[in-house]
């Protein structure tokens, strides 16, 4: 279906995004990122196309390219919380403070955001650097700038509870 959309409509985005997304979603990240690409330079303002790609990135473990994607998309969507959970995953083995300021921020723009509430939990127990998380998300937590974030932390660390602050 998405090759008949691409040969009628070469010139539109949904074809190449739909193809990545299914090469995505069959994890096959390589073609996915191929497709996708394609589709951002055809519609740098469709956000799935961009998300999609960063995603397809991560799976890569081309991590400074998913960590411009989603910069990128932090500039374009300033209030879509998705691309900083493509900051965290890229961020998340080699810089754990960005990765828990992207993590933190996400959360204050949507603290309900499944994805990043689960990438917390996963930060904070099952990483080889979890007692690092903990700590830094239960510090973080208090900088007034995630005081948003503050009661989803309290909620999902019960065990080390957030003080409030001063």
């Known amino acids: 279906m998405y090759r008949n959309i691409i040969a009628q409509s070469p010139e539109m985005s949904h074809g190449y995004g739909g193809l990545g997304g299914l090469y995505f979603d069959a994890g096959e990240y390589a073609e996915a990122a191929e497709f996708l690409s394609h589709a951002v330079e055809l519609n740098p303002h469709d956000f799935k196309h961009l998300h999609n790609l960063g995603l397809a990135l991560v799976g890569l473990g081309r991590l400074d390219e998913a960590r411009a994607v989603g910069e990128t998309g932090v500039q374009r969507f300033p209030g ?28 204050s723009i949507d603290p309900k955001d499944t994805a990043l509430r689960d990438l917390l939990r996963t ?5 080889p650097a979890h007692d690092d998380y903990r700590r830094l998300f239960t510090q973080s937590a208090l900088e007034p ?17 957030v003080p409030n602050a001063p």
């Open 123 to 127: 930060l904070v127990t099952t990483h």
């Open 80 to 107: 879509m919380a998705r691309f900083l959970k493509i900051i965290a995953l890229s961020s998340m083995d080699n810089d754990p403070p960005r990765a828990t300021e992207a993590v933190l921020t996400g959360l």
């Open 145 to 161: 700038r995630f005081s948003a974030a503050r009661s989803t932390v309290h909620e999902l660390l019960p065990a080390d509870p």
